[in-house]
């Protein structure tokens, strides 16, 4: 039993009775934050794939001016399945899967701080992804993603499609604000001796601050859909402007909480990012305190922007002018990360495996919806790009280079550890090149069609100009995309079974879940290290390895158990 | 056809905001070029190969203060040309001296602290409603004698050149947002809330748009469309729209009164 008086509660390091879980029922009933952080990935990754056919319809519908294989009323259900798909299900639940395996093994406990918790946050997810997606047999939601009141409200919006949407955002939510309690006691109780906060990793800064940030922000949201729900059903008049409602009231409520959301799904990205870099550069992350800092900054920052998404509606000049120059600060610590990740592989020597080259093409694709969201930033601007496809474009660059691309990059880096077993480097190669070349395709010119003129969640468009054109690359650059998916896809569906062997810590990494051996024993680690800088994975190689110069030293060393050692590759 | 800069020429917001748009990208291309290149270069380079170290460096305070300061400098940078060019976006000019002469009360407005004004008070104001799945424009002046029934024109809004148009945007059911890329941004209809903009045409001719917020299953085929013609035209389309208007209201009033006496005397009691 854990004691909570000391402020790091001891790790007790002896081997536990390891009694390997049996048969398929035992996925039902687990609280063992590694498989629970396996039934995250596996179930938001479905979700990912359904989400990307719905993208692929929108594209194949707009591969045409006028074209009509979708009706406008299936047309609006895709993109708000689609926009609710991959932010609700996909990469914030995501981020959690990867958060649940690997905070534990990365500050060296050997569990969430409360895993039956841990195990409701997951079945909660799944529970809101099937109430959500049941509604495609009746009246999936058509409200977009957004579901702006009053056409979220009973009288516009009278499907249940609308109802499973609330319900989907409570569900998840809850799921995610639980997760993120466990995530936050977990991190601030549960680290090796030694992991100081100046020796957290990277990875477990963003996930902490990807915690706090939930559990701000989504009881906004959890307020907002309620007020909804009650309007919806119950007579309430929140958002209805004909008795004494606000409709703007709906979108300060949702972007409040949405703006922090972006943070939420891309802070864990960078953080993947941040650990990646060094050891595939050789490097030390150049300024740890810099981006550790950073992160917290733009946390801060991004609870002073959500009127950005509002430059559009009535509202005083004063706000327009301080949210312009809120959205304009929260670069400079976005600006000095990206900075800093280039100086980390600077005079480094950076090996193309394939979870840098995911990395790599997340900056490359970061910089670019960075720079296009200070176009955005600036509201008079704003005001002919807004609700186009530049910001389309601009939201893709961000979400899918900033959580996508890296979420590949840790499924790349990763696989091994929860596995045993390596991916093909030569797919991965195969799958990074087609995804960003069609990303590319895909999403850069849809800055154009905005700038020309071309809304954006419109089902058709007509045949003027180069209209046409344009939108026939970006629906060829989905399918390239696409492709590169399924080849991941593919890889681990084969490397799970045949890939080569990976031993514990195949890429010389730097943090302690390289420490233990893969896939990690139900207990994690029967013995903790002690930890003396931000790499202690390194020192340990260097330990190993004086040791093993002077033979004679130390027999039955404590802290580095015999073939925790062996390194693979 | 806006290739790398929104659309333009229609009013002069339009082009103000085109304006401020090119300098922004002129020096994102700056720093796009910079940041993409040291990515790129630091990729290259650095490659691993045979003999190679790594260099163990952590950081360093200087450098890491530098590009601080200078992320933060640029961004002072646009916000300082942001505010230079925010009169010429959001503060109309003058109608021009060729534009429609406003008289009487219909033409002068009364600035509030959202509704900008030109310097002489003068504008032509039409109210915008937006509304599931078209575009209402109500013009200033009755229509009939006794002061009611202003004129008004669905989906094609006719406009007079060289004159300062101000727009009052409204909604009578649900979010949509009021959109002609040549004649300046996006505003909302909001429910409940009016939203102002303006612009000023000086070529005859239509401007297409369509609402740019999403409402519902025809939200893209909810069309926008401004027709500018010489003041002398528009003057004349308006005193028909008004024809029209006090027609169909009279009829409307006949087949009222004839629907009153099959009712029977009595039973209406306002004709
Ligand atoms: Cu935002
Ligand atoms: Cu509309």
């Given at each position: 039993m854990a004691t909570y008086a000391p402020p790091i509660p001891q790790i007790v390091t002896h081997r536990a009775e390891s009694s390997k879980p049996q048969g398929w029922t035992s996925w039902f009933t687990t609280t063992d934050h590694k498989r629970i952080g396996i039934l995250y990935m596996v179930t938001t990754f479905v979700f990912f794939l359904l989400g990307g056919v719905e993208a692929l319809m929108m594209r194949l519908q707009l591969g045409a001016p006028n074209n009509t294989l979708v009706t406008p009323q299936v047309y609006n259900q895709l993109f708000t399945m689609h926009g609710t798909t991959m932010v609700f299900l996909f990469v914030v639940p995501m981020m959690a899967g990867l958060a649940n395996y690997f905070v534990p093994l990365m500050i060296g406990a050997r569990d969430m701080a409360f895993p039956r918790l841990n195990a409701m946050s997951y079945w909660l997810l799944l529970a809101g992804g099937l109430v959500f997606y049941a509604s495609v047999f009746w009246n999936p939601p058509e409200a977009g993603w957004t579901s702006y009141a009053p056409l979220s409200n009973s009288y516009f919006s009278p499907g249940g499609g609308q109802d499973a949407w609330i319900y989907l955002v409570h569900l998840t939510g809850l799921s995610s604000i639980l997760g993120a309690i466990n995530l936050y006691a977990t991190i601030a109780n549960m680290r090796a001796p030694g992991m100081s906060w100046g020796r957290l990793p990277l990875f477990v800064w963003a996930i902490l601050t990807y915690s706090v940030l939930i559990i701000f922000a989504m009881p906004v949201i959890a307020g907002a859909v309620t007020m909804l729900l009650t309007d919806r059903h119950f007579g309430t008049h929140f958002f209805d402007p004909a008795n004494g409602g606000s409709a703007l009231l709906w979108q300060h409520l949702f972007w409040f909480f949405g703006h922090p959301e972006v943070y939420i799904m891309v802070l864990p990205g960078f953080g993947v990012v941040s650990e990646i870099l060094p050891v595939f550069a050789r490097k030390p992350i150049f300024g740890?305190?810099?981006?550790?800092?950073?992160?917290?900054?733009?946390?801060?920052?991004?609870?002073?922007?959500?009127?950005?998404?509002?430059?559009?509606?009535?509202?005083?000049?004063?706000?327009?002018?301080?949210?312009?120059?809120?959205?304009?600060?929260?670069?400079?610590?976005?600006?000095?990360?990206?900075?800093?990740?280039?100086?980390?592989?600077?005079?480094?020597?950076?090996?193309f495996k394939t979870p840098l080259l995911f990395c790599a093409g997340f900056i490359s694709l970061f910089i670019i919806g960075g720079i296009s969201g200070v176009f955005l930033a600036v509201f008079p601007v704003?005001?002919?790009?807004?609700e186009t496809y530049f910001v389309v474009a601009h939201i893709h660059f961000v979400l899918m280079g900033g959580?996508?691309?890296?979420?590949?990059?840790?499924?790349?880096?990763?696989?091994?550890?929860?596995?045993?077993?390596?991916?093909?480097?030569?797919?991965?190669?195969?799958?990074?090149?087609?995804?960003?070349?069609?990303?590319?395709?895909?999403?850069?010119?849809?800055?154009?069609?905005?700038?020309?003129?071309?809304?954006?969640r419109v089902y058709e468009y007509d045949n003027v100009g180069h209209l046409a054109l344009y939108n026939q690359i970006s629906t060829v650059g989905s399918f390239i995309l696409a492709l590169g998916v399924l080849v991941t896809v593919f890889n681990v569906a084969r490397s799970v079974k045949s890939g080569v062997i990976a031993g514990p810590d195949p890429w010389k990494a730097n943090t302690l879940e390289w420490f233990t051996s893969s896939p990690p024993p139900p207990?994690?680690?029967?013995?903790?290290?002690?930890?003396?800088?931000?790499?202690?994975?390194?020192?340990?190689?260097?330990?190993v390895e004086r040791r093993s110069a002077a033979p004679a030293a130390d027999p039955g060393g404590a802290t580095v158990p015999a073939g925790a050692m062996q390194v693979g590759v | 056809m806006a290739f790398f800069t929104p659309?333009?020429?229609?009013?002069?917001?339009?082009?103000?905001?085109?304006?401020?748009?090119?300098i922004i990208l002129y020096i994102a291309?700056?720093?796009?070029?910079?940041?993409?290149?040291?990515?790129?270069?630091?990729?290259?380079?650095?490659?691993?190969?045979?003999?190679?170290?790594?260099a163990q460096i952590r950081g360093n305070t200087r450098l890491e203060v530098g590009w601080t300061v200078a992320a933060a400098v640029i961004l002072v940078v646009l916000a300082v040309i942001t505010f230079a060019k925010l009169s010429a976006i959001q503060d109309p000019s003058n109608s021009g001296p060729n534009g429609q002469h406003l008289v009487g009360s219909d033409g002068v407005l009364y600035a509030s602290a959202e509704r900008k004004l030109p310097p002489n008070g003068k504008a032509l104001n039409i109210t915008v409603v937006g509304r599931q799945y078209l575009w209402q424009y109500v013009y200033p002046g009755a229509a009939e004698a006794d002061g009611l029934g202003a004129p008004y024109a669905y989906e094609q809004m006719v406009v007079p050149t060289e004159t300062t148009v101000s727009l009052d945007i409204v909604s009578s059911d649900v979010v949509h947002s009021w959109w002609i890329p040549e004649l300046g941004g996006k505003f909302q209809a909001v429910p409940g809330?009016?939203?102002y903009t303006w612009f000023k045409i000086s070529k005859p001719g239509v401007y297409r748009g369509q609402c740019a917020n999403l409402c519902g299953r025809g939200h893209a085929r909810m069309i926008a469309d401004v027709k500018a013609v010489p003041?002398?035209?528009?003057?004349?389309?308006?005193?028909?729209?008004?024809?029209?208007?006090?027609e169909a209201n009279a009829q409307a009033k006949i087949a009222r009164a004839k629907l009153g006496k099959q009712i029977g005397a009595g039973q209406v009691e306002n004709p």
């Open positions: 740890y305190k810099a981006i550790a800092a950073s992160t917290v900054a733009i946390a801060f920052l991004g609870f002073l922007t959500w009127a950005h998404h509002m430059f559009a509606t009535p509202i005083p000049e004063a706000i327009l002018v301080f949210v312009m120059l809120s959205s304009f600060l929260i670069a400079v610590p976005t600006g000095v990360k990206i900075f800093n990740w280039i100086a980390t592989l600077w005079r480094g020597t950076v090996e704003d005001w002919q790009l807004n959580a996508v691309f890296t979420i590949f990059a840790a499924i790349y880096y990763w696989f091994p550890k929860i596995t045993g077993r390596m991916l093909s480097e030569g797919m991965g190669k195969v799958s990074f090149w087609l995804m960003y070349w069609g990303f590319l395709i895909t999403f850069l010119i849809q800055h154009v069609i905005g700038l020309d003129g071309m809304p954006r207990n994690n680690f029967d013995v903790v290290p002690r930890v003396r800088s931000v790499e202690p994975m390194k020192d340990i190689r260097r330990e | 659309q333009s020429g229609g009013s002069p917001n339009a082009d103000e905001i085109a304006s401020l748009y090119r291309l700056v720093i796009f070029v910079l940041v993409e290149g040291a990515l790129g270069y630091a990729l290259w380079k650095f490659r691993a190969r045979k003999g190679a170290v790594a809330y009016h939203n003041p002398a035209q528009f003057e004349a389309w308006l005193a028909y729209q008004k024809v029209l208007i006090a």
